[in-house]
């Protein structure tokens, strides 16, 4: 059986620069990764690596030039029927700047659910309370605009917003990136639930490796638009095999401070 | 209690009483409520909070760079004894770049793009140390040595939108230790960095300190930076200090204060068992809605009726530890 969503070789080239700076860039190189059902992956990198490329090429949101994107087994390219775009939704970095300021909760979550026809007309005010139970905010919310919502509140308004057209497969692009510690080990955790609540599917991308650690199943790691190594997460932050897995690894301060700082300086890039 | 922190003539800094009040139109609200805390020459302490803590505000104080809507209302910020604050600001300007000097978070947005590198570096020495224009020149290819930049005789005529964030961030610190300060603010200036180069930046700011003897102020969310450059720390949380203590990872190891034991147990960790994270329930109160007593108070495990009254007292817990908290997580032998 095939897994629920995967990439097979994808590559996508960006051209850039002018004249005689001009050059490609493989922003993605023959990927290959892949989600179940249930699954959390995580897929981290450094700015520039190509995650934010690879995750929207799964969406749709980008055109790829290699390779093949499946769902269910089934040929995924940019151009993709409301059915399609409906089973594979994302979650943004940035809750200040996805949601819209002058639409109340309940439209946001009101506007997906109608273009997608998924409930009748006397349905949706039960599915946007059922919705705002699924990520644990409270009903009264749904009236009030994101100006006075928190960081935390807000990505849970953009999870709702998500899961309202019931995805298979949810792609979150450093989906806790900008939340305060407090808050992030929350959205952390709904997550875990959703996936085991709904069964969904998660790609996690991120560049912090320890919330990585603590939420996914599986971790790939991307450098220069290649999966260098792709294992499960206990394997992976215990044995790295690949040399840049390591260096990534030995750089996250840590917090009992074991790692001393040796004090000459390393050359910058 | 608060402001009792004795004037000790050792120190580099001493902030006292700190009070800071954000003007929101109708209102002000105070951001920062009393913080005090000091540091000894070649210190390197970490001012740790989340959003609203008022940890950058008060670095911003030290520096004199508070927005307009924004104002010191109360107590002392002293420089090696003398109040920053006393004079209408003419002692900050003085030390401002020479005796105290500042690291942004965004060295994208703190350097100026349309200046070579190598003439933002030298500004200082010019304008402090009157430098004629050679000298500048070969004391900034020095400086560049000195923080890492590789090829520094070709790099001195870069803009900044030629180099890596990595870079541009080590064309800041060259700039920010020109004239040799006596003591380096520092505002999350590894956040915006891959994790690669911040492991970088850490172990330069840690070779500076050897190599300058600077006293360092760094502000950050993240505990486990902290944990990796400084020597002490104090903990914000709704612009008070939750808890202090002069050995970090004696506070790390043990916290007293119920937030910094939610704060750890909230932060992902790179190594140790793979548990679910433990989430502290409700926000952070904006500044307009701090709850009376104890900030943390309904959030916090531990709270009792008496913690939402007064102000909660600062006190001396154990050696070269100090916290705000009634039901303090004292370990056995230990009283408040």
Redesign the interface.
Known sequence: MSPLVEAVGVSQTFRTGHGRTAHTVHALDRVNLQVDRGEIVGLVG??GSGKSTLARVICGLQAYDGGEVRLDGQLLTVRRSREQRRRIQLVFQDPYASLDPRMTIRQTLAEMITVHRLVPKDRLRARCLELMELVQLPASLLDARPAGM????RQRVAIARALSVNPEVLVADEAVAAL???????V??LL?DLRRELGLAILFIA?????V??LCDRVSVIYRGRIVEERP??EL?SDPADDYTR?????????????T????????? | MTGAVAHDPGSLLEVIDLRIAVDLGDREVAAVDGVSFTLAPGEARGLVG??GSGKSLTLRAIMGLLPGNVRVTGGQILFRGRDLLADGGQLQQQVRGRGITMIFQEPAVALNPVMRVGEQISDGLVQHRGLGRREARAQAVRLMDL????DPERRINAYPHEL????RQ?VMIAAGVACEPDLILCDEPTTAL???????I???F??LR?ELGAGLLYVT?????V???CDSVTVLYSGQVMEEGDD??SV??RPFHPYTD??????????GP???????PG??PALQDRPSGCPFHDRCPRATEECAEGRIPFAELDRGRRSACLHPLLPAGLVR
């Open positions: 450094e700015s928190s960081g935390g509140q305060d510690v407090s808050v992030q080990a929350g952390i955790n875990d560049h912090d490796l320890a919330v650690r603590s997460t206990a932050f260096r990534l690894l030995s750089a996250v301060p840590r917090l009992d401070g074991a790692r700082l040796p004090t000459t300086p390393a050359r910058g890039q | 989340e959003s923080v890492g930049i590789p890596s964030g990595g870079l080590r891959d994790v690669t180069v911040q492991d970088q850490l172990r330069l840690a070779h050897d969310h993240d505990l486990a930076v944990a990796q450059l970090l990872r790390f190891a939610a704060l750890i147990g909230a932060t992902p960790r790179i190594d793979i548990t679910r994270l433990q989430a502290i926000t952070a």
